[in-house]
């Protein structure tokens, strides 16, 4: 122990002489710990962090979606777990009370919050059958939800308020930290079962499930009854069902369902940061090598005073633990900065981004990987500093003669340094390049000067059809003519909104495939000067007209992939299709362009096979047979938005003081938003790639320094003996090149067989784009060039005279 206090002694004084060198080292450490620590809080925060439940890992979801009646049997059937489902995303109006609002709910099985093991901060949660028919007028709130519209008031509990029109009793508030299924529910409604009504349980709300395993069962048990019971259920459906519906079944751990979608990503950041830790690395291990050679004569003083070979690598590596831990501290603080940016940067809807904090985890991972980094810079200039004879030592006076072994490591540093950024750019190129063609994609709409917002009655008003139709109808009218609108339409699912509409169509004189149901169409009901407002191009036909709105005659628009797909070679006009169950066929009256309604990369989900446009009307229903309540109007403006906005809000509390006003945005605000998440992704790794060159070009140039410093002699036998400047130039330069193309080959070849895992976050572009490649090489060959010329400058400056009587 007194040798180890011994040690930390003498390195810090060690450190304290040489400031200029601990300060470098202690900022270059403290970029790379801080950057591995910020990412590693998002991989802990989401990904390892055990989910806020009781017992979390007896939780699992079943990989499959099931209606509510064949979650009921699986309920009734199934012994290995306790069941509940949920269906997110259904939103409800909160009225009664001040201005309306919009809430995002949750409506879920009675058993929901005792199987994921939550109880109520206050109240209760729902008892056993207070999701059935008749017996569900209840609800359980959010504390967001609690704090911001109800004061905090503790007295909510039992008391009613209107929900869509009718009253529900409040049964309980949860806790701030209960965020299931997702941040955005503020509200929990039962689900309503009712297996008497067939299309409500068995032809829509195909919902998630999830379970908690029973004592002694594991996952492979669970899956195996969930496969019988899967081989079982579709007898109980009033139609057949495909053959492809969850064929692939299986029972899942829950948290592993919840972060699916964000693993990828997570994983190939935290790649990346561990790429500009090893750079950083190998920075201070060329600063500790040309350290070392400076402190020859000292070493070998102690070797002389029998100091052991394992007693000087001691002494080194503790120097190095010392320095890796002041800059693992100091990256405490770059990673606490680090996370603010990165849960502000990432999309809001990132699951469990509220539980990415700075926690014990966190804090141990950058002790521990201080630990490590100052092992791996620390180990070979310590071991090269006491492979020096002792008597060559004394000899050389401290000059370093033993410098071609360590200067063929300095070498191969800094080439690995160039290999490593080299390998982490293109990986930031490819994604720059795919991101640019993200956001020039035609979205098939014009976005500028287009204001929407979403207008919601109650259902229970909208259960007369004819009275929700005029209620729009009058809407319209009156907004027509508002200062600064051009034009106003209305649609039930606004492009790249995050909805998705959906019904089953059947098309004249088109035959399934044997085993296939009827193709599924999205779906969307639109007024007559849609098209016009959006800048959706006809391509073919008309659109619809004023007199159309009363579903007579029936008409409809199919898209141009709709009409490629299922009218190959033709004009669709005047062909003839159906929603599933509507009892007369309706005429093709036009071909839009593709819209990119689902995202940016898809026009629509794999799923659905096609888009239709039918005119808002009593028989524009979805797939619950009914007339879509909820509608985006759209307002293309020549004025300021929110002038428009205020306008909109005061027209439709006139028409309705119940109907709430929300999500009021620009089309081009919208477009952003479904471009957030790859341009997270590809700023994040930009501002990475930027990090790795600097540290690499850092690297080159200290590299070069010591090297032009250790030939001073040679550079100036060479002038005096007749070298020109440009002679000397090229000498450095010539170095440095050999670096840059040695790291810049290394690089792509790792970059090739590596990015491959980038292939799901690319659009537009492959892995092996050679646009990236070639100019990913160039840009480093040209700033390592310039990363040489300083120290090149330098050596051509050096007097030969001055050279001379140096030795």
């Known amino acids: 122990m007194n040798g180890l206090l011994q040690d930390v002694r003498y390195a810090l004084r060690q450190l304290r002489k040489s400031l200029a060198f601990t300060t470098v080292a202690m900022l270059t450490l403290a970029l790379g710990i801080g950057a591995n620590s910020a990412i590693f809080s998002l991989v802990n925060g989401i990904l390892l962090a055990p989910l806020p439940y009781s017992k979390p890992e007896e939780l699992v979801n079943v990989n499959g979606t099931y209606p509510r009646g064949a979650f009921v049997a699986m309920r009734q059937q199934v012994r290995t777990m306790d ?17 309306p609002v919009r809430l995002t709910g949750t409506m879920v099985s009675a058993e929901l919050f005792s199987v994921l093991g939550v109880r109520p901060e206050l109240g209760r949660m729902f008892a056993p059958g207070e999701d059935a028919a008749g017996q569900d ?28 029109g009718a009253s529900r009793q ?127 004569k000292e ?59 700075l926690d014990w985890r966190v804090f141990a991972f950058a002790g521990g990987l201080s630990l490590l980094t100052g092992l791996i810079f620390g180990l070979a200039p310590a071991a090269q500093s006491s492979r020096a004879a002792l008597t060559h030592l004394l000899r050389s006076g401290g000059r370093g003669n033993t410098v071609s072994v360590s200067q063929r490591l300095r070498s ?9 950024a080299a390998l982490l750019i293109v990986a930031a190129g490819l994604l720059i390049r795919s991101f640019w063609a993200l956001s020039h994609i ?72 044997e085993g296939q149901t009827s193709p599924l169409f999205w779906m969307d009901a639109v007024t007559s000067g849609y098209f016009r407002v959006m800048g959706v191009s006809l391509l073919s036909g008309r659109s619809f007209s004023e007199g159309e709105v ?39 009256v036009g071909v839009a362009a593709d819209v990119h309604a689902y995202d940016l990369t898809r026009t629509i989900p794999d799923y659905i096979r096609g888009t239709v446009y039918v005119p808002y009307s009593p028989t524009s229903t979805g797939e619950d047979r009914r007339v879509p309540a909820e509608m985006t109007i759209a307002l ?43 341009a997270s992704t590809t700023s994040l790794f930009v501002t990475f790639a930027g990090l790795a060159l600097v540290l690499g070009m850092v690297g080159i140039y200290g590299v070069l320094a010591f090297l032009v410093s250790k030939r001073t002699q040679e550079i100036g036998i060479r002038m005096a003996l007749g070298a020109q400047r440009s002679d000397v130039l090229w000498l450095i330069l010539r170095e440095g090149t050999k670096f840059a193309v040695l790291g810049i080959a290394f690089g792509l070849a790792g970059a090739f067989l590596v990015t491959r895992w980038l292939s799901t976050e690319l659009y537009g572009i492959s892995t092996a784009d050679p646009i990236t490649y070639i100019s990913v090489a160039a840009v480093i060959f040209l700033i390592t060039m310039f990363a040489c010329y300083v120290p090149a400058r330098r050596a051509m400056q050096v007097d030969p005279l001055i050279a001379l009587r140096l030795e």
């Open 170 to 296: 409040v049964l309980g508030v949860m806790s701030a930290d209960f965020r299931f299924p997702s941040p955005r529910t503020q509200i929990w409604i039962p689900l309503h079962n009712d297996l008497r009504n067939v299309p409500s349980s068995w032809a829509s709300d195909y919902m998630p499930i999830i379970g908690r395993l029973r004592p002694g069962v594991t996952l492979a048990q669970a899956s195996a009854e969930i496969r019988m019971f899967q081989s079982q259920v579709g007898e109980l459906f009033p139609w057949k069902m495909p053959a492809a519906w969850n064929a692939y079944v299986s029972v899942l751990p829950l948290k592993n369902s919840m972060v699916a979608d964000v693993r990828t990503r997570l994983l190939m950041l935290l790649g990346a940061v561990v790429l500009i830790l090893l750079i950083a690395c190998a920075n201070v291990a060329n600063l500790m090598l040309s350290r070392a050679a400076v402190r020859e």
């Open 299 to 357: 070493i070998g003083i102690r070797s002389a005073l029998g100091a052991s070979r394992n007693r000087i690598v001691r002494q080194l590596l503790t120097e190095s633990v010392l320095l890796a831990s002041f800059g693992g501290l100091l990256g405490l603080a770059v990673a606490g900065a680090g996370v603010s940016v990165l849960r502000s940067a990432l999309p809001p809807d990132t699951p469990r981004l509220a539980n990415v904090r």
């Open 83 to 99: 069941v509940a489902a949920y269906a997110e995303g259904h939103e409800f109006n909160l009225t009664g009370q001040d201005e």
């Open 550 to 588: 009363s579903g007579n005659p029936p008409v409809a628009i199919v898209t141009a992939e709709t009409a490629r797909r299922f009218w190959p070679g033709r004009n669709p006009v005047g062909e003839h299709i159906r929603l599933l169950n509507e009892a007369n066929w309706r005429t093709v």
């Open 442 to 513: 035609d979205p098939g709409f014009r976005s500028e000067q287009v204001v929407t917002a979403r207008v919601t009655p109650n259902e229970s008003f909208c259960s007369d059809a004819g009275r929700c139709q005029a209620f729009y109808q009058s809407l319209l009218g009156q907004i027509q003519g508002a200062p600064g609108v051009r034009g106003a339409a209305l649609v039930n699912t606004l492009p790249l909104g995050g909805r998705v509409t959906k019904r089953s169509v059947e098309i004249e004189n088109f035959t399934p495939a």
């Open 636 to 678: 293309r403006t020549s004025s300021d938005p929110t002038q428009v906005e205020g306008i909109l809000r005061r027209t439709v509390a006139n028409l309705n003081h119940d109907v709430p006003v929300s999500e009021v945005r620009s089309m081009d605000a919208v477009v952003s938003e479904a471009e957030s998440t790859p």
């Open 412 to 420: 191969s540093l800094a080439v690995a340094e160039v290999a490593l």
């Open 137 to 164: 007028n209840y609800v359980i709130l959010s504390h967001a939800l609690w704090q911001q519209r109800f004061a905090s008031d503790r007295s909510i509990i039992g008391r009613a308020i209107e929900i869509e």
